[in-house]
């Protein structure tokens, strides 16, 4: 044991080194006649006392914790998702920098490279992962298997083979869904848009989350009299041209919340706004983008339930049996501004159960 550490325990600093011996602390501070110099002595200690003090309070601070977060691309809801769960943990206490660093890693929409970024966190070692939407978060799962990951923004945990139930996982993998209310959704347009029968749907046929939506989106329609016409993008650079494809066949376009095509929203609110159809989003941030309206959940606030669920794992319970946790507040969310770039008229009805209305 050092001298350090042997003194924070109130040990002798410099013990003998053989039995019968004086201590090394006494031969080192003695003078040339034998006389102990005092003075010495105490300066000598204290001095090692400051040293101790400051070598064991190193020491005993632990780590920070090293969370890796991955997010299959940029966009408004996913950035807010990732930023709820920073703050929140900050609330909770894991100070950036200081408890707890960020790997901030972003796929930018490509699959090998959401691989590649969670095998980087299995190799760096990191403490816990934020898988942010079902790509990433199918990516970290097949990876890592012996550290805690948390998602968010994944639509379906059972379809995507992440857990076993929603109400007990199973696995190392817990965190919160973002399925909307797709059925509500589609009430929505017909409320604002009695007239619609036939409804556009775009979406990336190879993200699980958005083919789970889509199924309910045939039943719901089929229960609300309407007729689904789908268009599909298997990446970003094809959300244009499926949007004109809906052109002169449909009356109105819906967009769940698919990563692919919400990256690109801008292709869809042109198609939209050119040929005047009514285009209902699957959350708000669509929304401000430049969609007419949606009914939907608040991703920031999933990013700070989630963080909870961190906090939670963090403390030691097993992710295995903590249950997937959905956002029970949804909220309407109007655009004014895209009603009357799209020649749309927003029923009173709609607009006094509105809890934002944009301009």
Request: aromatic share 4%; hydrophobic share 45%.
């Amino acid at each position: 044991m050092c001298c350090f550490r042997r003194l924070c325990v109130g040990l002798d600093p410099f013990p003998p080194p053989f039995p019968g011996q004086k201590s090394l602390s006494i031969i080192y501070l003695k003078g040339a006649n034998g006389e102990l110099k005092s003075k010495v002595l105490r300066r000598a200690l204290l001095l090692l006392a400051v040293l101790t003090l400051f070598v064991c309070s190193v020491g005993a601070h632990a780590a920070p914790i090293r969370v890796g977060i991955t997010q299959i691309v940029e966009h408004p809801s996913l950035d807010q998702a990732r930023q709820g769960f920073i703050d929140r943990m900050t609330e909770l206490g894991y100070v950036e920098g200081v408890d707890i660093v960020y790997d901030i890693q972003s796929a930018q929409g490509d699959l090998t490279t959401a691989q590649t970024i969670a095998r980087k966190f299995q190799s760096d070692g990191v403490d816990l992962v934020l898988a942010i939407a079902t790509p990433t978060a199918q990516a970290a799962a097949h990876v890592i298997k012996d550290t805690p990951i948390l998602i968010t923004a994944v639509t379906d945990p059972v379809a995507a083979e992440l857990v076993e139930s929603i109400e007990r996982p199973g696995t190392n993998v817990t965190g919160t869904s973002d399925l909307t209310p797709v059925k509500a959704q589609l009430e929505l347009l017909k409320e604002i848009v009695p007239s619609a029968t036939r409804v556009g749907i775009v979406y990336n046929a190879g993200e699980v989350n958005s083919v789970v939506q889509v199924e309910i989106a045939r039943q719901a329609a089929a229960e609300l009299g309407l007729t689904l016409i789908e268009a599909t993008a298997a990446n970003s650079s094809e959300v244009l041209q499926a949007a004109q494809s809906l052109q002169g066949r449909v009356d109105a376009i819906y967009v769940p919340t698919d990563n692919t095509v919400v990256s690109a929203l801008e292709s869809v609110v042109l198609v939209a706004e050119r040929a005047k159809l009514p285009l209902i989003a699957g959350e708000a941030d669509s929304v401000a983008k430049g969609a007419l309206a949606t009914i939907g959940i608040d991703y920031y606030l999933l990013g700070r339930q989630t963080a909870d669920i961190a906090h939670r794992v963090l403390q030691g319970e097993d992710p295995a049996e903590i249950s997937i946790e959905y956002q029970e507040e949804q909220n309407v969310v109007v655009n004014l501004g895209a009603a009357q770039r799209m020649n749309v008229t927003i029923p009173d009805a709609v607009l006094a159960k509105a809890s934002q209305i944009l301009e």
